[in-house]
């Protein structure tokens, strides 16, 4: 074998080893993707069975018109802000890219990383809009809630993510945020963002007396809540592999630092397991002990890439035990969360954005300075203002339009009856020896006793 020949030979490996590499890493985010779906079955389920059963229809219906209008919009819009705008409103030369006719938004063969990154940012974008949807249940239209949604997933939270959850942004060159597993661009602008809605939507007919005191408003079926918070915890892990890189040989954060799977495993999981026992011991209560697996996840998102395991499960931990403090405060101040999102994710989003800047300050990061406490909070003062004012601007806005609450009327009868055309439980009302074998009713029919 000559020179050439051996040197041929080994360009052709070098080909197959790097083009292994860009199949190893598209199937991985394909998967992250699939996995990333159950967080919406998780909020389907959660949300309808935290509404009244008058309402369980219209609860579950918002979460699947919010995943198909964010599908199209994002990939309209969505992806260019999050290319175009790292800098701050200066449109980058990157943009380009992620415009709907540019060559890499399409079937492209030299292309194997815009579409896998398009889809998992997607999923991003609808997850962010999804936890604005329990908060504004059994009272909210859901055309203005689909509008909301729309702003929300595509355009708002992905400003943030390309000011502060891009190697680039500048939230992390001139101030040095960490935010690895987005606390503050996805759960801390949605969280804010549902804090405006909330004001202008106003709290359900019942919620609170004439002196100030809450009634409670229970939903339909605990163990369907229950189950959809646990599928959220699942599809989280789809969520937090989606927010690291694979270079073949490593794997990196989104702002380039390195890290490890094995980083986020350890601290995933003692996160969910921190934030669900602090929430327990505080209240008690079923609902909030599975809100607790979010409160931990967030708490510790921003540094799961630095933490050691003990030390997630206590920021997590004291997560757990403060949060639904805050959610009765809300209460207090005549918020109206019907699962307490606001709390869990935009307050529980300033708990993980600052807990990097008070324990890992002094951390490098590969553009712009170190982690410091000042950076982190003057982060987290953007991402909350980012989230709160277009929320509540938006949401005021259709509620002069009349297109943001339902009427009285059909409020108290339920949004099942007013925009669903089907029952979600045809046979509730109908006493059991009325049912015929088949499942269909029949008039009860007096019998002699038999002689």
Known sequence: MDMTEMQAKIEALEKASAMATTINSEVFYWWCTALMIAIHAGFLAYEMGASRAKNALASGIKNILAFAFITPTFFLFGWWIYLAFPTGFTISEAGAGGLPWSASMGPNLADNASGIFWACFTLFAATTASIMSGSVIERIRISGFTILAVILGSAVWILGA?????????????WGLHDAGAAGCVHMVAGFFTLGVLINLGPRIGRFNANGTVNDMPGHNMPMSLIGLMLIVMGFFGFLGGCII??????????????????????TLMGVSGGMIGCYLTTRDPFWMMSGALVGVISSASGLDLYFPAFAFLISFAGGLVIPYINTLLLKLKIDDAVGAVAVHGFGGVWGILA????????PNIAGPEISFIGQFKSMIVFAALGFIPGFVCSFILKQLKLLRTDQAAEVAGLDTAEVPVTAYPESGLPAYARTPSGIASSPVATAPAE
């Open 162 to 174: 390309s000011w502060g959850w891009h190697p680039d942004g500048w939230l992390t060159a001139d």
């Open 246 to 267: 694979y270079t073949g040989d490593t794997w990196v954060t989104i702002y380039n630092t390195p890290t490890t799977l094995s980083a986020f495993a350890f601290n």
């Open 356 to 363: 990097v800047g008070i324990f890992a300050a002094g951390y």
